[in-house]
């Protein structure tokens, strides 16, 4: 007999979602739904409903402590009591033998009572944001345990035999005081995602090249100073995150990570990036912004598929020529840089949309930019250009063009003139030519300018008009030309 959900409101206690099933006139109520109720206890209505209540929800409340007829509901299944004031977790939840979910994040909870083995169902732990300092033997015996939040702890060991829990996909340890990894880790065949982020490691745990279905390694914020070789064994791993580091040097072996779509390497201390970077065919975004790169690899230019390549705050004097093969890019930041010029081939980068070359020393732009038609957000302030190419009055799709630090709007009409050497038409204003910000002048808001998130939020902005306005010549050239292209009010992202 199939069962009929319903849902209903009760004036001062909470909610209940009651499961009717119709045996005889009795009311089957499995799931109740308490949550921002400003509780301080747990209501006893629940325990009328012990035998049949399945799922039981007390989020955000002020509930201090469990009492021992909760865990008399041996058919819950589901017990969600995060952003409360519990400080400990009581014994007798060994009583609740099916408990498949637990959520106890966001309280004051010091540890586990050892007899959280007695809760052999659970699949899902969330205990994260509690004073855990560490993990009792019997934790590890919960072998059905998928899925293990404690981040934002106070753990500085794992259990030895913690490999035992060999069916956990997804582990996340950020924000605790961990150093190492015991060696049983390696028996964790199906871990996917790793997070150990923001703790104290100096080297890079020797058991994590044994973990070979891992997708997913979050190490930023640790004290690495080598990503060693043996990074390349984890041949499925999508996602990884090692920015802020003190990371000197890559080892060449990270080619070894071919399935590699996502490679974070922001704020280190890195000089050069290997050759064999060029082999992560398949990778999508390279941030490699804030470091100490005073070079860029040819074989950048093998990534293919790369839409997202961020090198801002580096020590660049030149990009390679072979970025001009990088035609799935969408997104350039180069800012903070020592570039005169850019290459001819940028050009060839037809689907960047969003390109930021703020606070480098481009004396000129080349011509061939104009043939990237895509382009929505350019950003030149901070550099030396004494004006811009006439290719730009091709740009159809520019939505914004920053030429200053303190611009108010973000298109400024351009009119033509010739260059006083070449006679070639160029574009210009009153912003140019532009006067390098010296070290003791002001920080703007140009400063925080994060052009991807400026792209993501374009929809949201108004019109403005922006113009290339061709200046009155002697006789071939009389009249203005106005190309009125799409653009947009800008309120300038702070980030």
Known sequence: MQCLEMTTKRKIIGRLVPCRCFRGEEEIISVLDYSHCSLQQVPKEVFNFERTLEELYLDANQIEELPKQLFNCQALRKLSIPDNDLSNLPTTIASLVNLKELDISKNGVQEFPENIKCCKCLTIIEASVNPISKLPDGFTQLLNLTQLYLNDAFLEFLPANFGRLVKLRILELRENHLKTLPKSMHKLAQLERLDLGNNEFSELPEVLDQIQNLRELWMDNNALQVLPGNIGKLKMLIYLDMSKNRIETVDMDISGCEALEDLLLSSNMLQQLPDSIGLLKKLTTLKVDDNQLTILPNTIGNLSLLEEFDCSCNELESLPSTIGYLHSLRTLAVDENFLPELPREIGSCKNVTVMSLRSN????????????????????SDNRLKNLPF???????????????????????????????????????????????????????????????????????????????????????????KNQLMSLKLTRLTV
Not at 370 to 376: C, D, V
Not at 424 to 451: A, H, I, K, W
């Open 361 to 380: 020393k481009l004396e000129f732009l080349p011509e061939e930019i104009g043939q990237m038609q895509k382009l929505r957000v350019l950003n030149l």
């Open 391 to 481: 290719s730009f009055t091709k740009l159809k799709e520019l939505a914004a063009l920053w030429l200053s630090d303190n611009q108010s709007k973000a298109l400024i009409p351009l009119q033509t003139e010739a260059h006083p050497e070449t006679k070639q038409r160029v574009l210009t204003n009153y912003m140019f030519p532009q006067q390098p910000r010296g070290d003791e002048d002001f920080q703007s808001d140009s400063d925080s300018f994060n052009p991807t998130l400026w792209e993501e939020q374009r929809q949201q902005r108004m019109t403005v008009a922006f113009e290339f306005e061709e200046k009155k010549e002697d006789d071939e050239n009389a009249g203005k030309v």
